[in-house]
């Protein structure tokens, strides 16, 4: 029988090959998404001394057994530390990745998922699903559903991020999504938009009005309003 591994099993997978490597300890955060194909990420945040992994699973990976889970933390730890994995992990995670049935379930993913590659709300630098839950724990109580975040061509000089009501979608400007925009920056748009979601607008003497004074002051509760809007003006 094929034990399925949970997000904190994994994580504890992922401690230990680290340590078994290093010697040392390090947090990991693992999570199932559901990407297009058998698809996995590493990503490394250093704070001070500590370091904290996260990694980024398909889902389509949830039924395969330790054993592959344990060559896969070693390939992805060995890439991000720029170390050589041993070739003993690299042939057991091609054993389980060629089996065909993976490749049934790879396709099945790619066909099922394939167009959501474009409107993918992970970009080249910054994920907007994780901008999304991070606003919506620390402003909204984690209480908004999520809507269809996309990456667009948006919009103009003045702003970088819109919201459709009707289709329940953010669009955030392709524009920040560059290592040389803060993270901060990022959140910024979003709780904007996400704000949208929340206030709606109201009518006043027949014009729509968007912005409106409750609105605008939600939008200055942000913790780093000032920096952020700044940083939006320079680069408008
Ligand atoms: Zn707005």
């Known amino acids: 029988m094929v034990?399925?591994?949970?997000?904190?099993?994994?994580e504890l997978v992922y401690s230990r090959v680290y340590h078994d490597i290093f010697n040392k300890n390090a947090e990991f955060v693992v999570k199932y998404y559901s990407y297009a194909g058998l698809k996995s990420r590493i990503k490394l945040e250093s704070r001070f001394m500590k370091k904290k992994f996260f990694i980024?699973?398909?889902d389509g990976f949830v039924d395969f057994p330790e054993?592959?889970?344990?060559a896969l933390a070693h390939i992805l730890i060995s890439k991000i530390m720029r170390r050589e994995c041993p070739l003993s992990y690299k042939r057991i995670y091609r054993k389980?990745?060629?089996l065909e049935s993976s490749e049934n379930i790879h396709m099945d993913l790619k066909r099922s998922r394939g167009h959501s590659i474009k409107d993918c709300p992970e970009g080249k630098v910054y994920d907007l699903s994780d901008s999304f839950s991070r606003m919506?724990?620390?402003y909204f109580d984690g209480v908004l559903s999520v809507p269809v975040l996309k990456w667009g061509n948006v919009i103009t000089s003045r702003k970088f991020g819109h919201y459709d009501p009707s289709n329940h979608v953010i669009h955030v400007s392709k524009t920040l999504d560059s290592e040389n925009v803060p993270l901060f920056v990022v959140d910024f748009v979003m709780y904007h938009e996400m704000l949208h979601i929340?206030?709606?607008s109201k009518k006043k003497r027949c014009n729509r009005v968007v912005h409106s004074a409750e609105f605008r002051g939600?939008?200055?509760k942000y913790e780093s309003f000032d920096e952020a809007k700044a940083f939006l003006e320079k680069l408008g």
Do not use: R
């Open 3 to 10: 034990v399925v591994l949970n997000s904190d099993e994994l």
């Open 56 to 58: 980024k699973l398909s």
């Open 67 to 70: 054993t592959f889970h344990v």
């Open 96 to 98: 389980w990745v060629n």
């Open 136 to 138: 919506n724990k620390y």
């Open 198 to 200: 929340v206030v709606g």
């Open 218 to 220: 939600l939008e200055k």
